[in-house]
């Protein structure tokens, strides 16, 4: 096997090649082996792990959305209080850094759940995610939303910005490195709580349906499941249904009972029947319907192949920036010191933005890596990168729309690029799922535009 199917058998991640070229470059420059071949051969288990901490995406914070962790708070209290268990234990895959599951952790606290009636198992990937999650030490990016109170209660501090969590809480999390697809991680229906979000969305569509039997068969009859947005369709697809409480994403299995211990929740539910049942509609039907056919959508569907870009009312549409010439191979004139931009304003993504419309793709991609390196949660900077690369490295662009998606799901252009990629990789199965989940965003915006 080469390079990119050794990873991708050992992580289960659909990788692209550039993906993969950076991390095995980055190596090669770190151990000082400057022949590819040599590389090769160099390549044991311990080079592998090394590789497998390039390509995983870590990234996360502490109360990332939030009404997840209300509704496991809320499940949690109401078997205790059944008297059914004296201990839930509950898994966090893949755990990252950390945050997720110290989340879980001080939200079942501050609902008032006795620490020793709980046990979060938290597992990932990578080997270097573990010991910083071991660690508890976290900088100013974990703590992203505008109620802190949590950081107060729980985090001590250790220096100008760093936080370290409650010694007690750490206790209640064990964590291990491992793989969802390849590792023993506990006995079948061990877990009444499932943590598994933004895990899915980097596999194959077999690998997804793997990774689903497996969460399955961990979790119990009537436990739940907490996923990513964009993964819920999938799970739907083998086995899992939606519980209607909004921007939680938590499903149980089919078989589970009606009248489980997550059904009526004390909190908020999607506002009547009819549209609960339409929710549950749009998710189930995702594999089957198409794209409405809108006048307006079909407009954005030309601007998206190169046309002029469709005005649609609240949702523009930026096409992706046509590579200008590149300049012939001479020295080019320096300009005068007072034509060059001011620092600050060079960094910008609203900078970067411009030089793209302004035909330099070149100035407006460094900035645009730059923008990514510094702020990595700023989906504005992976989509505008997606579109400068789209024409000329696809696989890259591909990685990078996918992190934008992943940082905000309801990315309605990006995921329009990422289905007209699949389209012209020939992959017609992903092509017109993400169409689905496209329209899902239009109809949903056109339905809150109603409402208002």
């Known amino acids: 096997m080469n390079t990119l199917q050794r990873l991708s058998a050992a992580t289960g991640l659909n990788l692209t090649r550039d993906t993969v070229e950076r991390a095995v470059r980055s190596r090669m420059a770190a151990i000082g082996i400057a022949d590819r071949k040599a590389y090769g051969q160099r390549l044991d288990d311990a080079e592998l792990a090394a590789l497998i901490e390039l390509v995983v995406v870590p990234e996360s914070w502490l109360f990332r959305d939030p009404q997840a962790f209300a509704v496991a708070a809320a499940y949690t209290k109401r078997r205790l209080a059944a008297g059914e268990r004296q201990l839930l234990r509950m898994l966090s895959i893949p755990c990252a850094g950390g945050e997720e599951p110290y989340t879980l952790a001080m939200a079942l606290v501050d609902a008032g759940v006795p620490p020793t009636a709980f046990a979060i198992d938290a597992v990932d990937l990578s080997t270097a995610c573990i010991a910083r999650a071991q660690e508890g030490l976290y900088g100013r990016n974990a703590f992203r939303g505008k109620d802190l109170g949590f950081r107060e209660r729980h985090f001590t501090q250790e220096g100008e910005d760093r936080y370290r969590i409650d010694a007690g809480l750490r206790r209640r999390v064990r964590f291990r490195q491992g793989n969802l697809l390849t590792s023993e991680l506990a006995p079948p229906g061990t877990y009444d709580v499932i943590f598994c979000r933004n895990l899915l969305i980097y596999f194959d569509t077999p690998t997804t349906a793997a990774a689903i039997a ?48 997550f059904a009526g929740l004390p909190l908020p539910v999607n506002d009547t029947p009819e549209r609960r049942r339409k929710v549950q509609d749009d998710v189930a039907a995702s594999d089957r319907r198409k794209l409405p056919d809108d006048p307006a959508l079909r407009e954005r569907r030309a601007a998206l192949r190169g046309a002029v870009p469709a005005a649609v009312p609240g949702i523009p549409v930026r096409p992706a920036p046509r590579p200008a010439p590149r300049p012939a191979l001479q020295p080019a004139a320096a300009p005068p010191p007072a034509a060059a931009p001011a620092a600050p304003a060079s960094g910008t993504l609203e900078s970067a933005q411009r030089l793209a419309d302004q035909g330099k793709p070149g100035a407006a991609e460094a900035i645009c890596r730059t923008l990514t390196t510094r702020e990595p949660d700023n989906a504005g900077a992976w989509f505008l990168l997606g579109l400068l690369t789209e024409e000329t490295a696809p696989d890259e662009a591909q990685g990078h729309l996918r992190r934008c998606i992943y940082l905000e799901p309801d990315h ?39 409402e208002s």
């Open 214 to 261: 497996r969460l399955a068969a961990l979790l119990a009859g009537d436990g739940v499941l907490l996923a990513g947005y964009a993964e819920v369709p999938s799970f739907m697809q083998n086995g899992f249904t939606t519980l209607p409480y909004r921007q939680a994403f938590a499903l149980c299995k089919e078989s589970a009972p009606e009248n489980g211990p």
């Open 412 to 450: 309605y252009d990006a995921l329009c690029h990422l289905a007209l990629l699949a389209g012209r990789r020939g992959d017609a199965a992903a092509q017109d799922t993400l169409r689905e989940r496209a329209a899902r965003v239009w109809r949903r915006r056109q339905a809150d535009r109603a």
